[in-house]
């Protein structure tokens, strides 16, 4: 099992992006996703995650960016808007699945750089 993360860029402040995290291999199903990032000098910080039950944000992104997923197609998605230089990070993808042959595990995704600037 891979999670594979794109989509990151160059962008100016106001802009929009939206990141990917493609799961391959035996997936049964992925019971919770999670966005990270981690910015220069800084730690990495929960940003957005979803489950069954719904989704939850950061305040530092509660209405600018949305976590949705495609289950037909074991990925889900980081859609940003209004970008703001802050939000200038490396984001990695996460999360807890199932796959053939095994009991629910964690796995992470590579990084993707998102850059916010003029």
């Known amino acids: 099992v891979q999670l594979q993360a794109f989509g990151g860029g160059l962008v100016q402040p106001g802009g929009s992006l939206r990141l990917t995290c493609a799961a391959s291999?035996?997936?049964?199903?992925?019971?919770?996703m999670r966005w990270y990032r981690q910015a220069p000098g800084k730690k990495r910080v929960l940003v957005a995650a979803?489950?069954?039950?719904?989704?939850n944000y950061d305040d530092s992104v509660q209405g600018r960016f949305t976590i949705s997923r495609d289950n037909s197609k074991n990925t889900f998605y980081l859609q940003m808007n209004n970008l703001q230089p802050e939000d200038t990070a490396v984001y990695y993808c996460?999360?807890?699945?199932?796959?053939?042959?095994?009991?629910?595990?964690?796995?992470w995704g590579q990084g993707t750089l998102v850059t916010v600037s003029s």
């Open positions: 996460n999360a807890d699945l199932l796959s053939a042959g095994a009991s629910l595990r964690n796995y």
């Open positions: 979803m489950n069954s039950a719904g989704a």
């Open positions: 291999g035996s997936i049964t199903s992925i019971n919770i």
